[in-house]
């Protein structure tokens, strides 16, 4: 083999590797992973229930007052309780002495008040009502043995009556504003026990409360009197000046109680016995 042909071979098997490298497959190009597949979104949480805060009285018996463990309950009480769960609202009830709920209201220290509290025309100049919840009237109450028969026997009566209340509203239109014979109290309770102790001849106040007394306290040797010029009342749920979005919520669950029938079974609770 001559050296020509001897090269000729060579530069012929080189061609032929570098072609058969040319034409080989070539190594597989790196694939990207494909994205994990992501877990399903958590659900949104529930937004938390807005609490109001509720100033309530609770010496107003069956309306508001504190059982043996020191709550307060009663008839309000769940009325609004329901009503605020019907709302999507959570409610905070703080014991809240009458003489100050107003101004505690005004101020935005409670954002609604439940106290049987009557609706007056007085009254919305200075606080926005929900529809009315419970429908109530003065009533006299004086001791078994009184002749008292109608308002008008306590014109020179002696009488007592709760500060700020409709109760010293009808005894002051009676007997005048300078009078000495209106003995005012913090409570009805209060005005009650000193009509017990002789201290007054008689006590105004609302029905639902005077009844509710009278009835758990038999010995205490009361009567009460209704009178032909007593006009009805009607309590509502009194809420800030201009706060329409609350107003609005607690109307739309007082209806919703109203119309399933727990608002019925609340009232029967307190009142079955009084009807």
Same mark, same amino acid.
């Given at each position: 083999?001559?050296?020509?042909?001897?090269?000729?071979?060579?530069?012929?098997?080189?061609?032929?590797?570098?072609?058969?490298?040319?034409?080989?497959?070539?190594?597989?190009? %790196?694939?990207?992973?494909?994205?994990?597949? %992501?877990?399903?979104?958590?659900?949104?949480?529930?937004?938390?229930?807005?609490?109001?805060?509720?100033?309530?009285?609770? $010496?107003?018996?069956?309306?508001?007052?504190?059982?043996?463990?020191?709550?307060?309950?009663?008839?309000?009480?769940?009325?609004?309780?329901?009503?605020?769960?019907?709302?999507?609202?959570?409610? @905070?009830?703080?014991?809240?002495?009458?003489?100050?709920?107003?101004?505690?209201?005004?101020?935005?220290?409670?954002?609604?008040?439940?106290?049987?509290? $009557?609706?007056?025309?007085?009254?919305?100049?200075?606080?926005?009502? %929900?529809?009315?919840?419970?429908?109530?009237?003065?009533?006299?109450?004086?001791?078994?043995?009184?002749?008292?028969?109608?308002?008008?026997?306590? @014109?020179?009566?002696?009488? &007592?009556?709760? $500060?700020?209340?409709?109760?010293?509203?009808?005894?002051?239109?009676?007997?005048?504003?300078?009078?000495?014979?209106?003995?005012?109290?913090?409570?009805?309770?209060?005005?009650?026990?000193?009509?017990?102790?002789? &201290?007054?001849?008689?006590?105004?106040?609302?029905?639902?409360?005077?009844?509710?007394?009278?009835?758990?306290?038999? $010995?205490?040797?009361? @009567? %009460?009197?209704?009178?032909?010029?007593?006009?009805?009342?009607?309590? &509502?749920?009194?809420?800030?000046?201009?706060?329409?979005?609350?107003?609005?919520?607690?109307?739309?669950?007082?209806?919703?109680?109203?119309?399933?029938?727990?608002?019925?079974?609340?009232?029967?609770?307190?009142?079955?016995?009084?009807?």
């Amino acid at each position: 083999m001559t050296f020509k042909r001897q090269f000729l071979q060579s530069v012929a098997a080189l061609s032929v590797g570098l072609f058969l490298s040319a034409c080989g497959k070539a190594p597989p190009a %790196s694939v990207a992973a494909e994205p994990a597949a %992501s877990a399903p979104a958590a659900p949104a949480p529930t937004p938390a229930a807005k609490v109001i805060t509720v100033g309530t009285d609770p $010496t107003y018996a069956p309306f508001e007052f504190q059982n043996e463990k020191g709550e307060i309950v009663g008839f309000d009480i769940d009325v609004l309780s329901a009503a605020a769960h019907k709302a999507g609202l959570e409610v @905070k009830f703080v014991s809240t002495p009458w003489e100050g709920a107003f101004t505690a209201l005004a101020q935005g220290d409670r954002d609604v008040l439940v106290s049987a509290v $009557t609706i007056t025309d007085e009254r919305k100049q200075t606080m926005d009502f %929900s529809d009315p919840y419970f429908e109530a009237s003065q009533l006299i109450a004086v001791p078994a043995k009184s002749a008292v028969t109608k308002l008008d026997d306590l @014109k020179k009566k002696k009488i &007592g009556v709760q $500060t700020g209340t409709t109760g010293e509203e009808v005894v002051v239109k009676l007997q005048g504003k300078t009078s000495t014979n209106i003995k005012r109290f913090e409570s009805t309770p209060l005005a009650l026990a000193e009509l017990a102790a002789g &201290g007054v001849d008689a006590v105004v106040a609302d029905n639902g409360v005077v009844i509710h007394y009278l009835a758990n306290n038999p $010995t205490a040797g009361f @009567k %009460s009197i209704s009178d032909a010029g007593f006009a009805p009342e009607f309590y &509502g749920v009194a809420v800030k000046k201009g706060n329409a979005e609350l107003l609005a919520q607690i109307n739309k669950g007082l209806a919703d109680i109203k119309a399933d029938g727990s608002y019925q079974k609340i009232h029967d609770n307190y009142f079955k016995s009084t009807k």
